[in-house]
């Protein structure tokens, strides 16, 4: 199957702990990317590679990939996290990248 | 740093082309993939395709009758056709630089990107 599948939407409250999830059937046999898209603004690459991080992105934001969910870990949630989160993998057969749905991540 | 500018037009009737150019500066054209993706007002990300610096492109199975992607290194500049335009695909168009590990690709710079309407 070519879906990802997201929560539409996560809340959390500043200081806590956001997951993000991203599932598919065998989805740990890719290699998963984050995009975060604050309102009106292009998508950022946070996490790539499952869990390295581009420069600039902070150590609060980590990735994990496991059975036929991957999970984008914001720790210590500032209100600047606000913002909707893609995940994106590369299918192979076709070459093509694929997203998934985006999650709203509200601070609260 | 690599920065990535859209232009075209905002407006486009039914039925007509749209083509979008996407200029690249601070960093080389050459040696890396370049692609496109869309998003419709409220709604998620769709990849549109993407093309290799040689002219090398592949694209969305769902949109491939209807796009055509080219690249002119002596301009840094790369672009996207697409024809037979409907309401459905008025969007905010994006260009993008492709990244790979283990021949699996993400996008490392967006530009800002670009509203485009379909009405007539």
């Known amino acids: 199957s070519d879906i990802l599948t997201q929560p539409p939407s996560v809340s959390v409250a500043p200081g806590q702990t956001a997951r993000i999830t991203c599932a598919k059937n065998n989805i740990e046999s890719k290699t998963v990317h984050w995009y975060q898209q604050r309102p009106g603004q292009a998508p950022v690459l946070v996490v790539y590679?499952?869990?390295a991080r581009p420069s600039g992105i902070p150590e609060r934001f980590s990735g994990s990939n496991s059975g036929n969910t991957a999970t984008l870990t914001i720790s210590g949630v500032e209100a600047g996290d606000e913002a909707d989160y893609y995940c994106?993998?590369?299918?192979?057969?076709?070459?093509?990248?694929?997203f998934g749905g985006g999650t709203k991540l509200t601070v609260l | 740093q690599v920065h990535l500018q859209e232009s075209g037009p905002g407006l486009v009737k039914p039925s007509e082309t749209l083509s979008l150019t996407c200029t690249v500066s601070g960093g080389p054209i050459n040696n890396y993939y370049w692609g496109w993706v869309r998003q419709p007002a409220g709604k998620g990300l769709e990849w549109i395709g993407r093309i290799y610096s040689s002219g090398r492109s592949n694209y969305n199975p769902s949109l491939k009758s209807r796009v055509t992607m080219s690249v002119d290194m002596s301009k840094k500049q790369f672009s996207l056709k697409l024809s037979s335009l409907t309401a459905a695909d008025s969007a905010k168009y994006f260009c993008?630089?492709?990244?790979?590990?283990?021949?699996?690709?993400?996008?490392?710079?967006w530009g800002q990107g670009t509203l485009v309407s379909v009405s007539s």
């Open positions: 994106q993998v590369w299918e192979t057969n076709s070459d093509h990248a694929i």
């Open positions: 590679d499952v869990f």
């Open positions: 993008a630089r492709l990244l790979t590990y283990l021949d699996e690709y993400y996008l490392d710079h």
